[in-house]
């Protein structure tokens, strides 16, 4: 069983930032051979992709909504995957969720969330 444990979120001001770290661990778990991403979700709205890095980290994307403020990196050594955020706005105010992804097997596996809330 994979589990992932998000952390880093909480309180900020417009324009602040925040770095989110997500580690992962299991039975029988290898890091590296998983796609990781970050998700979101505000109350009342669909939960939404926010940044997605390949296994190797060698590719990344972003939401339109999030590119030049947002980074997403990993460091395979420690089984984590981070999300930079900088720039921060009200709108970004969302409980921020980490997936891992084995390509091989579509298998996803979901962490527990961590609430980032943007406001003066």
């Known amino acids: 069983q994979v589990q992932l444990v998000e952390s880093g979120g909480g309180l900020v001001q417009p324009g602040g930032s925040l770095r989110l770290s997500c580690v992962a661990s299991?039975?029988?778990?290898?890091?590296?051979?998983?796609?990781m991403s970050w998700y979101r979700q505000a109350p009342g709205k669909e939960r939404e992709l926010v940044a997605a890095?390949?296994?190797?980290?060698?590719?990344?994307n972003y939401a339109d909504s999030v590119k030049g403020r947002f980074t997403i990196s990993r460091d395979n050594a420690k089984n984590t995957v981070y999300l930079q955020m900088n720039s921060l706005k009200p709108e970004d105010t969302a409980v921020y969720y980490c997936?891992?992804?084995?390509?091989?097997?579509?298998?996803?596996?979901w962490g527990q969330g961590t609430q980032v809330t943007v406001s003066s």
């Open positions: 890095i390949t296994s190797s980290g060698g590719s990344t």
């Open positions: 299991g039975f029988s778990f290898t890091f590296s051979r998983y796609d």
């Open positions: 997936k891992a992804r084995l390509r091989i097997t579509e298998s996803n596996y």
